[in-house]
């Protein structure tokens, strides 16, 4: 899949998830909760956190589910607005 494709697929799911762009680059869209997604070949999506890989999805939707169970369980425990982990 070419980058631009991959690009507007994950642009697209992330909006359907309500999950908050904070920047976009030529191969990587950065996130809130230090969440950045890096496009690669072969419709690879790596997902990091805090600065460290956390897994590589090729499936948009398990991507996007991922960082919403993640978003939401920071939500609910308080983790991201404490500024801790």
């Known amino acids: 899949m070419e980058f631009s494709h991959?690009?507007?697929?994950?642009?697209?799911?992330?909006?359907?998830?309500?999950?908050?762009?904070?920047?976009?680059g030529e191969h990587k869209v950065v996130l809130g909760g230090n969440f950045v997604i890096a496009l690669s070949e072969g419709a690879h999506f790596h997902l990091w956190k805090s600065g460290s890989k956390e897994a590589?999805?090729?499936?948009?939707?398990?991507?996007?589910?991922?960082?919403?169970?993640?978003?939401?369980?920071?939500?609910?425990s308080g983790v991201e607005n404490s500024g801790a982990g």
Do not use: G, P
Request: hydrophobic share 40%; with cysteine.
């Open 6 to 24: 991959q690009k507007e697929l994950l642009l697209c799911a992330l909006k359907h998830f309500d999950i908050d762009v904070i920047d976009i």
């Open 56 to 76: 590589t999805f090729n499936d948009v939707v398990r991507l996007c589910t991922h960082i919403k169970t993640h978003q939401e369980w920071n939500e609910k």
